[in-house]
């Protein structure tokens, strides 16, 4: 396996500094036991009503279903572990957990759904709207292009071997829009969207500012829908996050054009502009420009952070739908926070070069890695190719850069 030994590589075992307490999201109480005594809500419950007594051996942590040991595992400097021995459950858990409940999130252009398991676990639901071989029209504008549930998936698993791991864990699912959505939906507007097509296929729209009309409508075959499951991030009632604009944020317009596209000089104003102008923030900025650039995803106008680790952490890359739209040409304007700070943090420079390399190729790992999804294949064969390119490009701007 190229993906067990690029994670054996030193670069992918360079040690965190220490994790104290305060550099948890959450503190927990280790003589804490999870219940399912609860009263039928959503969050999980301190269970001190329940006995207390565990069974020999096993730690109050040990009773904890897989998403929560997510949610307190996060610190100030990873969203999870490198060698995270909870990742394949996890996963399993998005892809095959029984869904209780299934209604609609709000906001956004399209359609996603909020599923429910019995352990009280979350997931963001985003369904199949185009095949794995339908390139993004060349006319048409990022902003109007459609969301990709694959693009989700593979979003996740190239995020880790990059080694940011930034992204909430995705895995893919087959959904029976009868048994799973339709019957056991508690949402009234969701429910109204639902019908059956001329071709005797279930189908539904949901209510949202895009892409919800019957022309726009999502169709089972008859009745089963691909999509992708995200593990939810921790209720922002627990666990605030800030939500950052980009300053290389697009402008959004079919002919405005936006600061940076205009003036060859942006970053340095950007340089002196908190929280840009102090410790690793632009640094983290750009590795995501990286991510973006090979994924081909236009559409970052915002990311956030945790509140509680202040402007010190991580970035979280979320709703990364927009990415391998095209694999025939590549879309150097993302690349322009590395083009022109020509900064880049080393360790990150260090593997992307280890990655264009003879024993690993990126198309490789990420080939391999997308093949344990249960939608398998998750990209078409041209993607992972542009991929190989797409880094080579990164690295030659590095270059330019260094000279």
Same mark, same amino acid.
């Given at each position: 396996s190229?993906?067990?030994? %690029?994670?054996?590589?030193?670069?992918?075992n360079?040690?965190?500094?220490?994790?104290?307490?305060?550099?948890?999201?959450f503190?927990?109480?280790?003589?804490?036991?999870?219940?399912?005594?609860?009263?039928?809500?959503?969050?999980?419950?301190?269970?001190s009503?329940?006995?207390?007594?565990?069974?020999t051996?096993?730690?109050?942590?040990?009773?904890?279903?897989?998403w929560?040991?997510?949610?307190v595992?996060?610190?100030r400097?990873?969203l999870?572990?490198?060698?995270?021995?909870?990742?394949?459950?996890?996963?399993?858990?998005?892809?095959?957990q029984r869904?209780?409940s299934?209604?609609?999130?709000?906001?956004?252009?399209?359609?996603?759904?909020?599923?429910?398991?019995?352990?009280?676990?979350?997931?963001l639901?985003?369904?199949?709207?185009?095949? $794995?071989?339908e390139?993004?029209p060349?006319?048409?504008f990022y902003?109007?292009?459609?969301e990709?549930?694959?693009a989700?998936?593979?979003?996740?698993?190239?995020?880790?071997?990059?080694d940011? $791991?930034?992204?909430?864990?995705?895995?893919?699912?087959?959904?029976?829009?009868?048994?799973?959505?339709?019957?056991?939906?508690t949402?009234?507007?969701?429910?109204?969207?639902?019908?059956?097509?001329?071709?005797?296929?279930?189908c539904?729209?949901?209510?949202?500012?895009?892409?919800?009309?019957?022309?726009?409508?999502?169709c089972?075959?008859?009745?089963?829908?691909?999509?992708?499951?995200?593990?939810?991030?921790?209720?922002?009632?627990?666990?605030?996050?800030?939500?950052?604009r980009?300053?290389?944020?697009r402008?959004?317009?079919?002919?405005?054009k936006?600061?940076?596209?205009?003036?060859?000089?942006?970053?340095?104003?950007?340089?002196?502009?908190?929280?840009?102008?102090r410790?690793? $923030?632009?640094l983290?900025?750009?590795?995501?420009?990286v991510?973006?650039f %090979?994924?081909?995803?236009?559409?970052?106008?915002?990311?956030?952070?945790?509140?509680?680790?202040?402007?010190?952490?991580?970035l979280?890359h979320?709703?990364?739908?927009?990415g391998?739209?095209t694999?025939?040409?590549?879309?150097?304007?993302?690349?322009?926070?590395?083009?022109?700070?020509?900064?880049?943090?080393?360790?990150?420079?260090?593997?992307?070069q280890?990655?264009?390399t003879?024993?690993?190729?990126?198309?490789?790992?990420?080939?391999?890695?997308?093949?344990?999804?249960? %939608?398998?294949?998750?990209?078409?064969e041209?993607?992972?190719q542009?991929?190989?390119?797409?880094?080579?490009?990164?690295?030659?701007?590095?270059?330019?850069?260094?000279?």
């Amino acid at each position: 396996s190229k993906l067990a030994a %690029l994670f054996k590589h030193p670069l992918y075992n360079i040690p965190i500094p220490e994790v104290t307490e305060k550099d948890k999201l959450f503190v927990i109480n280790p003589m804490e036991k999870f219940s399912l005594h609860s009263s039928g809500s959503d969050e999980w419950v301190s269970s001190s009503k329940a006995e207390t007594l565990l069974p020999t051996g096993k730690t109050a942590y040990d009773t904890y279903p897989a998403w929560l040991k997510f949610h307190v595992g996060i610190n100030r400097y990873e969203l999870y572990p490198r060698q995270d021995p909870l990742m394949p459950t996890l996963l399993r858990d998005l892809a095959t957990q029984r869904i209780v409940s299934s209604v609609q999130k709000s906001g956004g252009t399209q359609l996603k759904l909020i599923m429910t398991f019995p352990n009280y676990g979350q997931a963001l639901f985003k369904p199949m709207k185009q095949t $794995r071989d339908e390139e993004t029209p060349i006319d048409f504008f990022y902003f109007s292009d459609f969301e990709r549930h694959n693009a989700e998936i593979a979003a996740f698993h190239l995020d880790r071997i990059l080694d940011f $791991r930034r992204i909430p864990p995705v895995s893919g699912r087959l959904v029976n829009i009868t048994k799973e959505i339709r019957d056991i939906t508690t949402d009234k507007k969701l429910a109204k969207t639902f019908f059956i097509s001329p071709a005797g296929n279930v189908c539904f729209y949901g209510e949202c500012s895009y892409y919800c009309s019957t022309e726009h409508a999502l169709c089972g075959k008859p009745d089963r829908l691909e999509g992708s499951m995200a593990a939810l991030l921790p209720d922002k009632t627990l666990a605030k996050r800030r939500s950052w604009r980009s300053p290389w944020r697009r402008s959004y317009h079919k002919s405005k054009k936006a600061e940076w596209e205009l003036n060859p000089n942006y970053c340095a104003q950007v340089r002196e502009t908190p929280p840009y102008d102090r410790g690793h $923030r632009l640094l983290d900025l750009i590795d995501m420009t990286v991510l973006d650039f %090979l994924m081909g995803n236009m559409d970052r106008h915002h990311y956030e952070t945790f509140e509680k680790f202040g402007n010190d952490t991580f970035l979280l890359h979320l709703d990364n739908g927009r990415g391998f739209g095209t694999h025939s040409r590549d879309e150097p304007s993302i690349l322009a926070p590395l083009r022109q700070c020509c900064s880049i943090k080393k360790s990150t420079y260090l593997r992307l070069q280890l990655l264009a390399t003879q024993p690993y190729h990126l198309s490789d790992l990420l080939r391999e890695a997308l093949a344990a999804d249960p %939608l398998t294949p998750v990209l078409a064969e041209p993607h992972l190719q542009a991929l190989d390119r797409r880094l080579g490009k990164v690295l030659a701007v590095v270059g330019r850069c260094l000279a």
